[in-house]
């Protein structure tokens, strides 16, 4: 099995703020990276996805973006955050099965 | 356009009863699919999948799950349920092994003593 790794666990943020969440992770190398969303009421929403370093494909359009500058490194940013931001943010890493990290819970108020 | 329904949002049961949790998917083409539980404030775990070959499959916890292509179901079960089993569960279909999965809105499980 894998082991991914959140940070931070939690964050309140003010609309208007920039955004910076991190995922690592720790086996295989070169793994399939992902963020899903999870809204309220919504289930889990997939927004980005990485199959190696540099590479990022995007799901839905948005206010947010991904970069992977490492093998086992996947950021998800934005620039100025919105309240629609706001949700539990999963990161998931991919070795024959999706793996999934601890989460992030943003607030943003 | 692939797509995973739930169509129950909350179940509760009884401690010791059985558990039936219901999930129809939409792919064109053989499915895969995963059925995960998360607790509250955590990620996802992944309970069981089904790729192929014999429908029903067994997972971690003593859920088990069949495929039944006809119904376009995999539905989750659990003959006896547990205080612990009090979580979320998620159904999902990927297009193979690997690769972006779609999920179902979840349902909620509460188990009453």
């Known amino acids: 099995s894998q082991t991914i790794h959140q940070w931070p666990a939690t964050l309140v943020q003010p609309v208007g703020s920039p955004l910076s969440l991190e995922c690592t992770v720790e086996g295989t190398s070169n793994p399939n990276l992902y963020w899903y969303r999870q809204a309220a009421g919504r289930g889990l929403q997939l927004l980005f996805y990485s199959v190696g370093i540099g590479q990022i494909s995007s799901e839905v359009p948005q206010n947010l973006s991904a970069s992977r500058p490492q093998d086992r490194q996947f950021i998800l940013s934005s620039k100025k955050l919105l309240l629609s931001d706001s949700g539990f943010y999963l990161c998931a890493a991919e070795y024959n099965e999706q793996f999934f990290g601890p989460g992030t819970r943003l607030t943003v108020l | ?113």
Do not use: M
Not at chain 2, 9 to 32: D, F, K, M
Not at chain 2, 53 to 73: H, M, N, P
């Open chain 2, 1 to 113: 356009a692939q797509s995973v329904t739930q169509p129950d949002i909350h179940i509760t049961v009884s401690e010791g009863a059985s558990l039936e949790l219901r999930c129809n998917y939409s792919y064109g083409a053989t499915p895969y699919l995963f059925w995960y539980v998360q607790s509250p404030g955590q990620g996802l775990q992944l309970l069981l999948k089904y790729f192929s070959g014999d429908t029903l499959v067994q997972g971690i916890k003593g859920f088990e799950a069949e495929f039944k292509r006809s119904q376009s179901s995999f539905n989750l079960r659990k003959p006896s349920v547990h205080w612990s089993d009090a979580a979320e569960y998620f159904c999902a279909v990927g297009e193979g092994s690997q690769g972006n999965l779609i999920f179902g809105k979840g349902t909620k499980l509460s188990v009453k003593p």
